[in-house]
């Protein structure tokens, strides 16, 4: 039984990937930061662990890996903060939050990284999931952009530094989730696609045999159960 860890597993694509890794025999340790919403979204998934907290703290990065023992077969860096809404341009965007933004998006997932490393089996892979803010200069999206154009780097830089592991980040596209509406606060967002369509582009890269890179999840294809 593969064995993974998944952040930000209690709504949106950590919820709807979880469900589907679970249902494919993964054993899998996932987390979030309310207690209560990540224990009623994972319930009733067989061999799921739920451990909530605040990956920026050292001690609940430590207690994930411990969780999921001494072989890693994947970690999937999801959890991610948008930071204040409406998003505030640069020349006026907090220094105290975007350092929030920074600590939870681009250092946690580095760190969290760090700790499984030694755990990780040969040919094991590295989800970082980003967003294509990350290379398209959006007006008010500074913050969060800016903070997931450093998590790709450092993501290119793990695949070169680590050529036995499968390193990728992936931009699952535009999803209705809680994180979209709140960067549109009041808009409607029911035209976009729902978490779960970008879930077998994901599938496909935890699972298959691309090599480390670049990907967009809607543009893979999932291989057949």
């Known amino acids: 039984m593969p064995v993974g860890i998944v952040t930000g597993g209690s709504r949106g694509l950590g919820l709807a990937l979880t469900r589907a890794l679970a249902q494919r025999g993964w054993r899998l340790v996932v987390d979030a930061r309310g207690r209560d919403a990540l224990k009623e979204a994972t319930g009733g998934l067989d061999g799921v662990r739920a451990i909530a907290g605040d990956l920026a703290d050292p001690e609940h990065r430590q207690a994930l890996v411990e969780a999921a023992g001494e072989r890693i077969d ?22 105290a939050d975007l350092a929030r933004v920074y600590e939870v998006n681009v250092l946690a997932p580095l760190a969290l990284t760090q700790i499984a490393l030694p755990r990780l089996a040969s040919g094991a892979a590295i989800l970082n999931v980003s967003s294509d803010a990350a290379v ?14 450093a998590l790709e780097q450092l993501t290119a830089i793990l695949a070169a530094e ?18 979209q509406q709140d960067a549109f606060p009041g808009e409607d967002i029911s035209d976009r696609s729902p978490p779960e369509d970008s879930v077998p582009g994901l599938i496909m890269l935890i699972e298959g045999s691309l090599p480390s890179g670049r990907y967009r999840a809607r543009e893979l294809m999932a291989p057949a159960p």
């Not at 999937?76 to 809404?85: K, R, T």
């Not at 999206?141 to 997931?148: I, T």
Request: aromatic letters at 10%; glycine letters at 12%.
């Open 74 to 95: 994947l970690l999937v860096n999801n959890a991610s903060l948008l930071g204040p809404s409406p998003q505030p341009a640069l020349a006026a965007y907090p220094l």
């Open 162 to 179: 680590h050529p036995g592991l499968r390193i990728y980040t992936v931009d699952p596209g535009d999803m209705r989730t809680q994180m």
């Open 136 to 149: 398209e200069p959006y007006e008010g999206w500074g913050g969060y952009g800016s903070s997931k154009a």
